[in-house]
Nanobody, 120 residues
Framework: QVQLVESGGGLVQAGGSLRLSCAAS????????KAWFRQAPEKEREVVAE????????NYADSVKGRFTISRDNAKNTVYLQMNNLKPEDTAVYYC?????????????WGQGTQVTVSS
């Protein structure tokens, strides 16, 4: 089992920045694809950013391209989401997720989420 714990959420004004962190613990053997998702009230969960197990490939939702950056620190077993120029529509609960390297976009471990609220 892998446990994921997100942190770094909070309240920020539009145009501001936040950095989310996701610390992994447990049976972290091998490599995982990693991702950040978000879910706003009354909306479906959507993928925000992904990074491959090797770190050589990243993908972003169109709505966050140029503003958000996903990165990882293998030594710390942590994945980050740097969010700049935040907009009120970025308000959501943000979740990190890990998935097996052999199955892209299939995530099996999830964190509990961290709230991000952007005021206008």
């Amino acid at each position: 089992q892998v446990q994921l714990v997100e942190s770094g959420g909070g309240l920020v004004q539009a145009g501001g920045s936040l950095r989310l962190s996701c610390a992994a613990s447990g049976q972290i053997f091998g490599s995982f694809n990693k991702a950040w998702f978000r879910q706003a009230p009354e909306k479906e969960r959507e993928v925000v950013a992904e990074i491959s197990w090797s770190g050589t490939s990243t993908n972003y939702a169109d709505s966050v391209k140029g503003r958000f950056t996903i990165s990882r620190d293998n030594a710390k077993n942590t994945v980050y989401l740097q969010m700049n120029n935040l907009k009120p529509e970025d308000t959501a609960v943000y979740y990190c997720a890990y998935g097996p390297p052999t199955t892209p976009r299939r995530y099996i471990y999830w964190g509990q989420g961290t709230q991000v609220t952007v005021s206008s």
